[in-house]
């Protein structure tokens, strides 16, 4: 797979999960929910929809530190941690 130029290059790759926090109303997943009952998925009780971040970091980083500066990322740029929580894993 070729990322942006750097194909043949085995870069960590970090996947972060962000979903709204359990407790607030989801109401893109409730629109996803009605549309996939309407298209006859009668078994599909609730929908919630969160976003998947890729990211390739310096082979340097021992996987302590890229696990952290990864989660700094989620808290300054990546999460909204009024209304989200992400989870981090390392790949």
């Known amino acids: 797979m070729q ?3 750097l194909e043949g290059l085995h870069l960590p790759k970090v ?9 607030l109303d989801d109401a893109q997943g409730r629109v996803v929910e009605r549309a996939l ?8 009780q609730k929908v919630r ?8 970091l310096d082979d340097e980083l021992d ?3 890229a696990k952290q500066q990864v989660e700094e990322m ?3 740029l990546l999460a ?12």
């Open 15 to 23: 996947t972060v999960l962000v979903r709204l926090k359990s407790s």
């Open 63 to 65: 996987e302590s530190d």
């Open 80 to 91: 909204n941690p009024v209304v989200e929580e992400f989870e981090v894993r390392l790949e």
């Open 37 to 44: 009952r309407n298209l006859g998925y009668d078994k599909v």
């Open 49 to 56: 929809i969160g976003k998947l971040i890729e990211v390739w």
């Open 3 to 5: 990322i942006f130029g």
């Open 74 to 76: 989620c808290r300054q």
